[in-house]
């Protein structure tokens, strides 16, 4: 059963990658959520999902912050220092389940499904603007009580709100992770990167789309049994009119921002940063990597996975937690420039 678990969970994971791509810091300034859907996630996929959640030490937990109801996993000890993951757009918490299998053994780790994602509940007219979205995710970080030395991961756009995060709150970032993450970057050739246009053929309309989609996100998308696919993309395809909309919004403001804007944000971020890349990322090629690192003041050298595409954290979850654990085992030791005196700063 661990390795039919483990296969639908990656499918599961597909949900909201389809967007979790060339988004920028600000371009989706301006959107609101649609009304909620009646669409009921397949019993099959809320069990096993129940499944990987026990495995991976994770508890699913709710809590009421301002007009947002947050639903986010938990797992490890409290005592322990805390680890926020940031999923995708139009992700949810559960994309991180393979990883955080590693961390809670001895981190205290957090994972929320951001406003409008996954199970975490807004009203209709909330402003989802990656802004709007990092400031009620320090809400919520404040509400639990982790916000102090808090270390961040964020995967895909989650790494746009992750840098954002650690930009805007940098007395209380310990250390940031980025993985495939999102940006406006010079470097960055792909189709979708130059053009968010084509991100609409990586919408899930109809039954057969979500293998293709899968190899565009994947270097090597696992098999997955018959009816945990079909699930799947019956959730895909009910998502789909909503990511239609939010693609035209992305197509619209994508003209706006350029990269020097998102290296000036880069740019304020105090913390020690790691950046991870699959190689084969037909999502935002790999050369923005490097790019990233050239914007931040802390960063390592970019580990680079072969044979990964954009979803590191789905295909070499392993690996991912191996880079991971080291770095944050060091960066507990790291003191905050800002609030020690003794060191300059650049």
């Known amino acids: 059963m661990k390795g039919l678990h483990l296969t639908a969970q990656r499918i599961l994971q597909l949900a909201g990658l389809c967007l979790a791509c060339t988004t920028s810091i600000s ?20 069990d096993y999902l129940s499944q990987e959640r026990k495995a991976a030490g994770l508890v699913s937990k709710s809590i009421q912050v301002g007009n947002v109801k947050w639903t986010y996993n938990e797992g490890g000890s409290r005592s322990s220092p805390s680890i926020l993951l940031i999923h995708g757009l139009a992700g949810n918490r559960d994309n991180w389940n393979r990883v955080a299998h590693y961390l809670t053994p001895y981190y205290h ?5 951001l406003p409008t994602n996954g199970d975490t509940q807004v009203p209709s007219d ?4 990656v802004p709007n979205v990092t400031e009620q995710l320090r809400q919520f970080v404040i509400k639990i009580d982790v916000e102090d030395k808090l270390n961040i991961a964020g995967h895909s756009l989650g790494g746009s709100i992750a840098t954002l995060y650690a930009s805007q709150f940098p007395f209380d970032t310990q250390s940031l992770f980025l993985i495939n993450s999102a940006g406006i970057y010079k470097k960055a050739n792909t189709i979708y990167s130059k053009d968010p246009y084509f991100l ?22 696992p098999n997955v049994p ?7 993309e019956k959730v895909l395809i009910a998502q789909s009119p909503q990511t239609q909309k939010m693609i035209e919004q992305i197509i619209t403001l994508n003209r706006i921002y350029t990269p020097d804007s998102f290296a000036r944000l880069a740019g304020n971020v105090e913390a020690p940063t790691l950046i991870l ?9 790999v050369e923005a990597a490097n790019e990233l690192k050239s914007l931040l003041k802390r960063a390592e050298a970019p ?15 392993q690996e991912v937690a191996n880079h991971y654990l080291p770095f944050l085992a060091k960066s507990q030791k790291f003191i905050n420039p800002l609030t020690d005196k003794l060191i300059p700063l650049n």
């Open 277 to 285: 890349w699959g190689k084969q990322d037909k999502i935002i090629n």
């Open 303 to 317: 580990v680079i996975l072969n044979n990964v595409g954009h979803m590191p954290i789905i295909e070499a979850d």
């Open 27 to 46: 371009s989706l300034a301006a959107q609101t959520t649609q009304p909620t859907s009646t669409f009921t996630t397949p019993y099959i996929l809320q």
């Open 126 to 129: 909330f402003d989802i603007s």
């Open 109 to 113: 780790v957090i994972i929320p499904d």
């Open 200 to 221: 609409k053929n990586l919408i899930v309309s109809k039954p057969g789309d979500l293998d293709e989609v899968s190899h565009q996100l994947m270097q090597q998308p």
């Open 226 to 232: 018959f009816k945990l696919k079909q699930a799947q």
